[in-house]
């Protein structure tokens, strides 16, 4: 199993200003994952964080807007930028063990006004 | 194309009452159907894993059951604390990065 933390666990955001959301897993996973879940609604996809590389983004979301570090095996970072408040959400680090099981985070819930 | 579908939407049970929550899944060669529970405001938390056909998992008064066209997530004497947004998710063999989900079943439990 995985234990993942991150930080902040929420914000409250100004429109045009940019969220950096920290991810740290308790071991070394295979890979990483950003989700956003509207409320009420199921978890979306962001993007594949790969290590030492690029992000793999999903068909709708960009690296302009949702740039993704991750510079070793268990810590990434989710940055939201040039917020509006359609970005308002709440945004899910995740990380998959050897096996298949993927692991999810607190969340960190942002409202952006 | 994939698609997983839960059903019902929302179900609210007395305490004690037992019931079955469904997932039933169209995929391209299954590698793993997985539950959550997620809680207002927080992450999804992981349950179970299911890869094959005949395959039943248990946890407490939860026992996850798979077949080759759905899964059952069946709740004996829930309690109120059972409440919560259950999830279900699918693998599939062609795409490794995605998992495909479902919008959950919504459970109430009443005391």
């Keep these: 199993s995985a234990v993942i933390s991150q930080k902040p ?3 409250i955001c100004q429109r045009g200003t940019s969220l950096t959301i920290q991810c740290q897993v308790d071991s070394q996973v295979t890979m990483m994952f950003w989700y ?11 993007a594949t964080a790969n290590q030492g590389s690029e992000a793999t983004y999903e068909s709708g979301f960009v690296i302009d807007k949702f740039p993704i570090s991750r510079p070793n095996l268990t ?3 989710l940055t939201v930028s040039n917020m509006s408040p359609e970005d308002s959400s709440i945004y899910l680090c995740s990380a998959r063990t050897g096996q298949e099981t993927q692991y ?7 409202l952006v006004l | 194309e994939d698609q997983v579908t839960q059903s019902p939407e929302a179900l ?16 391209s060669g299954l590698r793993g159907l997985f539950w ?4 207002p405001g927080k992450g999804p938390e992981f349950l179970f894993t299911l890869y094959s056909a005949g395959e039943e998992k248990e946890k407490e008064r939860l026992k996850a059951t ?21 999830l279900c998710a699918v693998h599939n ?13 919504s459970l109430a439990v009443n005391p």
Aim: charged content about 20%; glycine content about 8%.
């Design chain 2, 93 to 105: 063999a062609g795409n490794n990065r995605k998992l495909i989900w479902g919008l959950g079943t």
């Design chain 1, 75 to 77: 810590f990434s970072t």
């Design chain 1, 36 to 46: 956003r879940q509207q409320p009420g609604q199921s978890l979306t996809l962001i």
């Design chain 2, 12 to 27: 609210r049970l007395q305490e004690g009452e037992s019931s079955s929550l469904n997932c039933s899944y169209t995929v």
């Design chain 2, 36 to 39: 959550y529970r997620q809680d």
């Design chain 1, 104 to 110: 999810f985070g607190p969340g960190t819930r942002l």
């Design chain 1, 9 to 11: 666990s929420r914000d």
């Design chain 2, 66 to 86: 798979l077949t080759k066209k759905e899964s059952f997530l069946h709740i004996t004497a829930p309690k109120p604390e059972d409440s919560a947004t259950y």
